[in-house]
């Protein structure tokens, strides 16, 4: 703890902050330049901006709410701290790396508070405390935060997988369907059309539903798609038929004269799953009840 | 030279193709398949390709010649267990394959065989029972 | 574009067209290539393979692996043949021609990341084509 009443520590950060803050950026940056700086992954004008806003941005923290770097007058700089965390976590920076950032303004901050305080032992105990404190805080900071960034792009890769290994679906002994969700881009169309070949060889299904319900848009390059899984199915001895075609896709496949050949449409899974069991010779009865 | 065997089952020629076949060894297969639909009278010619990982333009124009060879000769050819990567392959090269039935195993092939005897015109389809 | 390997394989028969898909195989699932795209390059090489042999007379093929920064195999086919005289009417016509001729250059463009083609009618052909992974 300070022995200096709370808020008067910092004030010689913030008057050192104040008269020469150029200095102690040059510092900063010299710093930093050694090992973590990461020069193929930040370009030195950005890193320098981001350093000048930060000591401004801390100048106005300790003058509006001392050294308690949770109070509410620090929230600018919290604010820009996760900006710089997370967009390291995105660029490649180690949680290190990026904690660096924040602990090399010590040593220049330092120096400074030494020489000013150079007569005055417990002034300079105190506010060498409080500067660690702080810049621990902040360090700190910047480190839980990158963690979280990157349990979140963990996580939106999960999702991101799950989405594309669509689940293709038995619907019955040689039906299977494919319930399409999302756009249709070219990588994530081999992939789903892989995936669909696949399941038709391990269940020996003779026909495929591929349910468009969920795809917003066909255009020619969607249609091209599908039209080369149809092909690929045939060849190996499927044949598919395309369900949730809505209106609005019917029309855009004629205005667009997309040609989908002898390609069966239907516009619901379950008016499909009616015609692929015709196809089979399969036929649903009722039971007579006894 | 070794050749590639064909299998007789009643009126069926059964043929399974495998991996590295090179062109002469194919030419070889066309010549005797032909050779034994017309000796046996077969009506039906399955072939099953499921050891084959390419199927190239070469191998393709094989398979399309022996299906429309077989048809002059009044017997129906069935290509069954093409892999996935070569269906997409074959779908990228551009390669249809027009008038070559397909069916995705033995099974559904002689399935298919059978029912396409049937339908022809020269009615001895009841004999494949 | 960093080679980390050349290899080279004559192509003068059939047998050696064998040679080639397999080589090609071996290679492409080696660099981790998906099946997928090991199946349509060992496919572009067996075309490839087999007009510089019936076409261009015989001759052969490098195979290149390639690693920087990408990964990638390069094929490149050379042969001392008659050349081809309309290079757009080849690519266009694949094997669809009734002809029996089909030279396959349109297919194998179309199955691979790159593909170039120099030729002269009486000189040869030189075609390489190129998958990234």
Same mark, same amino acid.
């Given at each position: 703890?300070?022995?200096?009443?709370?808020?008067?520590?910092?004030?010689?950060?913030?008057?050192?902050?104040?008269?020469?803050?150029?200095?102690?950026?040059?510092?900063?940056?010299?710093?930093?330049?050694?090992?973590t700086?990461?020069?193929?992954?930040?370009?030195?004008?950005?890193?320098?901006?981001?350093?000048a806003?930060?000591?401004?941005?801390?100048?106005?923290?300790?003058?509006?709410?001392?050294?308690?770097?949770?109070?509410?007058?620090?929230?600018?700089?919290?604010?820009?701290?996760?900006?710089?965390?997370?967009?390291?976590?995105?660029?490649?920076?180690?949680?290190?790396?990026?904690?660096?950032?924040?602990?090399?303004?010590?040593?220049?901050?330092?120096?400074?508070?030494?020489?000013?305080?150079k007569?005055?032992?417990?002034?300079?105990?105190?506010?060498?405390?409080?500067?660690?404190?702080?810049l621990?805080?902040?360090?700190l900071?910047?480190?839980?935060?990158?963690?979280?960034?990157?349990?979140?792009v963990?996580?939106?890769?999960?999702?991101?997988?799950l989405?594309?290994?669509?689940?293709?679906?038995?619907?019955?002994?040689?039906?299977?369907?494919?319930?399409?969700?999302?756009?249709?881009d070219?990588?994530?169309t081999?992939?789903?059309?892989?995936?669909?070949?696949?399941?038709?060889?391990?269940t020996?299904?003779?026909?495929?539903?591929?349910?468009?319900?969920?795809?917003?848009?066909?255009?020619?390059?969607?249609?091209?798609?599908?039209?080369?899984?149809?092909?690929?199915?045939?060849?190996?001895?499927?044949?598919?038929?395309?369900?949730?075609?809505?209106?609005?896709?019917?029309?855009?496949?004629?205005?667009?004269?997309?040609?989908?050949?002898?390609?069966?449409?239907?516009?619901?899974?379950?008016?499909?799953?009616?015609?692929?069991?015709?196809?089979?010779?399969?036929?649903?009865?009722?039971?007579?009840?006894? | 030279?070794?050749?590639?065997?064909?299998?007789?089952?009643?009126?069926?020629?059964?043929?399974?193709?495998?991996?590295?076949?090179?062109?002469?060894?194919?030419?070889?297969?066309?010549?005797?398949?032909?050779?034994?639909? *017309?000796? +046996?009278?077969? %009506?039906?010619? &399955?072939?099953?390709?499921?050891?084959? #990982?390419?199927?190239? /333009?070469?191998?393709?124009?094989?398979?399309?010649?022996?299906?429309?060879?077989?048809?002059?000769?009044?017997?129906?050819?069935?290509?069954?267990?093409?892999?996935?990567?070569?269906?997409?392959?074959?779908?990228?090269?551009?390669? *249809?394959? +027009?008038?070559? %039935?397909t069916? &995705?195993?033995?099974?559904?092939?002689? #399935?298919?065989?059978? /029912?396409?005897?049937?339908?022809?015109?020269?009615?001895?389809?009841s004999?494949?029972? | 574009?960093?080679?980390?390997?050349?290899?080279?394989?004559?192509?003068?028969?059939?047998?050696?067209?064998?040679?080639?898909?397999?080589?090609?195989?071996?290679?492409s699932?080696?660099?981790?290539?998906s099946?997928?795209?090991?199946?349509?390059?060992?496919?572009?090489?067996?075309?490839?393979?087999?007009?510089?042999?019936?076409?261009?007379?015989?001759?052969?093929?490098?195979?290149?692996?390639?690693?920087?920064?990408?990964?990638?195999?390069?094929?490149?086919?050379?042969?001392?043949?008659?050349?081809?005289?309309?290079?757009?009417?080849?690519?266009?016509?694949?094997?669809?021609?009734?002809?029996?001729?089909?030279?396959?250059?349109?297919?194998?463009?179309?199955?691979m990341?790159?593909f170039?083609?120099?030729?002269?009618?009486?000189?040869?052909?030189?075609?390489?084509?190129?998958?990234?992974?």
């Amino acid at each position: 703890m300070s022995a200096l009443p709370q808020d008067q520590t910092g004030l010689s950060i913030s008057a050192i902050l104040t008269r020469d803050e150029q200095g102690i950026l040059s510092e900063w940056m010299k710093e930093m330049s050694n090992s973590t700086r990461r020069g193929d992954l930040i370009r030195e004008s950005d890193l320098r901006s981001q350093c000048a806003h930060f000591l401004k941005l801390m100048k106005q923290g300790i003058q509006a709410g001392g050294s308690n770097f949770n109070s509410p007058a620090w929230d600018e700089v919290r604010e820009m701290l996760s900006e710089i965390s997370r967009t390291r976590a995105q660029q490649g920076f180690t949680p290190s790396e990026t904690a660096t950032f924040i602990f090399s303004v010590k040593r220049p901050l330092f120096t400074r508070i030494q020489q000013d305080l150079k007569g005055q032992p417990d002034a300079l105990a105190s506010e060498m405390w409080a500067a660690t404190e702080l810049l621990d805080a902040m360090g700190l900071y910047t480190s839980e935060v990158f963690q979280k960034s990157k349990e979140e792009v963990i996580r939106r890769q999960q999702e991101e997988m799950l989405e594309l290994s669509t689940p293709v679906v038995k619907l019955w002994d040689g039906v299977v369907a494919l319930p399409l969700i999302g756009t249709l881009d070219s990588a994530r169309t081999q992939i789903v059309m892989e995936s669909l070949l696949e399941a038709i060889v391990q269940t020996n299904s003779r026909v495929a539903i591929i349910d468009i319900t969920g795809v917003p848009t066909v255009d020619t390059v969607v249609a091209q798609h599908l039209l080369k899984t149809v092909t690929a199915a045939r060849l190996m001895g499927a044949d598919c038929i395309i369900s949730g075609v809505r209106p609005q896709i019917a029309q855009t496949i004629v205005h667009l004269g997309i040609n989908l050949l002898d390609i069966t449409t239907k516009a619901t899974l379950s008016a499909a799953f009616s015609v692929a069991l015709q196809r089979l010779g399969l036929q649903v009865t009722k039971e007579a009840r006894g | 030279m070794e050749k590639i065997p064909i299998l007789r089952m009643g009126d069926l020629l059964l043929v399974t193709i495998q991996v590295d076949m090179h062109d002469r060894l194919a030419m070889a297969l066309q010549e005797d398949l032909t050779q034994m639909i *017309s000796d +046996t009278e077969a %009506r039906g010619v &399955l072939i099953d390709i499921s050891s084959l #990982d390419i199927v190239d /333009s070469f191998i393709g124009r094989m398979l399309a010649n022996i299906a429309a060879m077989s048809r002059v000769l009044d017997a129906e050819t069935v290509v069954v267990g093409m892999r996935p990567s070569v269906a997409i392959t074959l779908v990228e090269l551009g390669l *249809s394959l +027009t008038g070559v %039935r397909t069916a &995705l195993n033995v099974d559904a092939g002689m #399935d298919l065989l059978k /029912s396409a005897v049937r339908g022809s015109s020269n009615g001895y389809g009841s004999r494949l029972h | 574009m960093a080679v980390v390997s050349t290899e080279k394989i004559p192509i003068n028969a059939e047998i050696d067209v064998v040679a080639v898909r397999r080589r090609v195989r071996e290679l492409s699932a080696k660099l981790g290539f998906s099946l997928v795209d090991q199946t349509k390059t060992v496919t572009a090489a067996s075309e490839l393979a087999r007009n510089t042999m019936i076409h261009g007379g015989g001759g052969q093929m490098f195979l290149e692996a390639l690693n920087g920064p990408r990964t990638g195999l390069r094929l490149i086919f050379e042969d001392t043949g008659p050349g081809i005289p309309d290079v757009e009417l080849a690519l266009r016509d694949g094997f669809t021609t009734g002809s029996g001729l089909g030279l396959g250059l349109g297919g194998a463009k179309r199955l691979m990341s790159d593909f170039e083609i120099s030729t002269r009618v009486g000189q040869g052909t030189r075609i390489t084509i190129t998958r990234w992974k």
